[in-house]
């Protein structure tokens, strides 16, 4: 059973760095085809994508928000980290992590953790 | 990168109805395309992936179709707990793109 679940301040002020942890379990990110991705969603707004690593530490990022984002994993703990530095207020959004779907250049995501909501507000 | 746009923003339909909303990509994207549905408060739930095929677990009333830039989701039958916001997201190139949502509402 895949389970995620993100974890990290709900209260950052404005131009200091977020960090968000996702861990998870019923997947290892040593196996080959495995990905992680996040997704933030603005309250009352769309999803947007954020940044992906996959099992060989390949990394893809938003390239609006590139500059600002990196992800990182730690095999041995189950985890993915995302950093978005110089945060604002418009970054107030629920930051979902998920599992990318298995399958040859599958970029979708089959299970999502429960998602975080960050407040950015001084 | 590519533009997703869904249409309508927001139906309102009743118990039994058929219901079709579209998604529509700034380009072409073969059949790379999913679709997710998400309750208040809630994760997103990946309905179809690849355009059309169901994923593992989901109802078999909801059916996806298309190619290309043009893209349908179909409840075939809605239920009460179908009542939701409904997103595509482009898996063709990267940045992945999710279209604004389609809300459905129940008469």
């Known amino acids: 059973q895949i389970t995620l679940k993100e974890s990290g301040p709900t209260l950052v002020k404005p131009t200091q760095t977020l960090t968000l942890t996702c861990t998870f379990s019923?997947?290892?990110?040593?196996?080959?085809?495995?990905?992680v991705g996040w997704i933030r969603q603005p309250p009352g707004k769309a999803l947007e994508w954020l940044a992906l690593?996959?099992?060989?530490?390949?990394?893809r990022y938003s390239p609006s928000l590139k500059s600002r984002l990196t992800i990182t994993k730690d095999t041995s703990k189950n985890q993915v980290v995302l950093t978005m530095t110089n945060m604002d207020p418009v970054d107030t959004a629920t930051y979902y992590c998920?599992?990318?779907?298995?399958?040859?250049?599958?970029?979708?995501?089959?299970?999502w953790g429960q998602g975080i909501l960050v407040t950015v507000s001084s | 990168d590519i533009q997703m746009t869904q249409s309508p923003s927001s139906v309102s339909a009743s118990v039994g109805d058929r219901v079709t909303f579209t998604c529509r990509a700034s380009?072409?994207?073969?059949?790379?395309l999913a679709w997710y549905q998400q309750k208040p408060g809630k994760a997103p739930k990946l309905l179809i992936y690849a355009a059309s095929s169901l994923q593992s677990g989901v109802p078999s009333r909801f059916s996806g179709s298309g190619f290309g830039t043009d893209f349908t989701l179909t409840i075939s039958s809605l239920q009460p707990e179908d009542s939701a916001t409904y997103y595509c997201?482009?898996?063709?190139?990267?940045?992945?793109?999710f279209g604004p949502g389609t809300k459905v509402d129940i008469k």
């Open positions: 690593i996959y099992w060989d530490d390949d990394k």
């Open positions: 998920a599992h990318r779907r298995e399958g040859i250049a599958a970029r979708d995501f089959d299970y």
């Open positions: 380009q072409g994207i073969s059949s790379s």
């Open positions: 019923g997947f290892s990110l040593s196996t080959s085809g495995v990905g």
């Open positions: 997201q482009q898996t063709n190139n990267f940045p992945l793109t």
